[in-house]
């Protein structure tokens, strides 16, 4: 209840909370405009005005990624912006709650009560045989993802080359959704576009990321 969102009218508010109901795991909310009008109980007016703020700058946001916007157009709908950032904090708190099951757990072993069986691993192990990986995607998986979200073919295949060089690894941690790191891709292209925009010079911020990975790694990677 601490976002600004809540100073707007009652149209944004509950515009806002549909799509966020209405998104995907990778924030994405595939909707037509009427669509998203019917599903808010808006008149279609009432829908694209409300779009308008939330698309607009917030000088107000606590977030500051994108200027305070919340929701942007994509091809087939919008895409809630910020949205893997929000995902990540998520699974700080998950992995924060295995923590302190284990600290109960280890508790009570040592003083002689019987704990659940998730006292017997350590977090790390907890949090390896609870979370779902998914499989390494191909290079069409990601652009047919990377189509949906708006990121270009040739950011696709900066993003495989990149993990590739990486193991498939964020740190030293094996990744658990590609979904949601191209989402994040995603918004660092974003802003290295808009540096573009502003100095006809700057490189975007996944060339940087990219050739800093690929020169640590190995010496070359065709792309």
Known sequence: MDSSVWGEDKDVKILWITM????????????????????????????????????SPDSHSRTKLNEGRRVEPVEGGWMVLNHGIYRAEIAKLKQREQQCEW????????????????????????????????????????????????????????????YESKGWKVGKSPM????????????????????????????????????EALNATIPEIPL
Do not use: H
């Open 20 to 55: 966020l109901a209405k998104k995907d795991r990778d924030g994405f909310v595939e909707m037509s405009l009427p669509g998203l009008a019917r599903a808010s109980v808006l008149s279609l007016e009432e829908c694209q005005k409300a779009l308008a703020v939330l698309s």
């Open 103 to 162: 600290q109960r757990n280890y508790r009570a072993r040592k003083n002689g009560v019987n704990g659940s069986s998730a006292g017997e691993y350590l977090p790390s192990e907890l949090e390896s045989k609870s979370s779902d990986r998914d499989p390494r995607p191909t290079i069409e998986e990601l652009k047919l993802q990377g189509a949906k979200i708006g990121l270009p073919d040739r950011e696709c295949e900066k993003f495989m080359a990149f």
């Open 176 to 211: 658990k959704n590609w979904r949601s790191a191209l989402a994040g891709w995603r918004l660092r292209w974003q802003e290295g576009a808009s540096a573009r925009g502003a100095t006809p010079d700057a490189r975007s911020l996944s060339d940087k990321i990219l050739d």
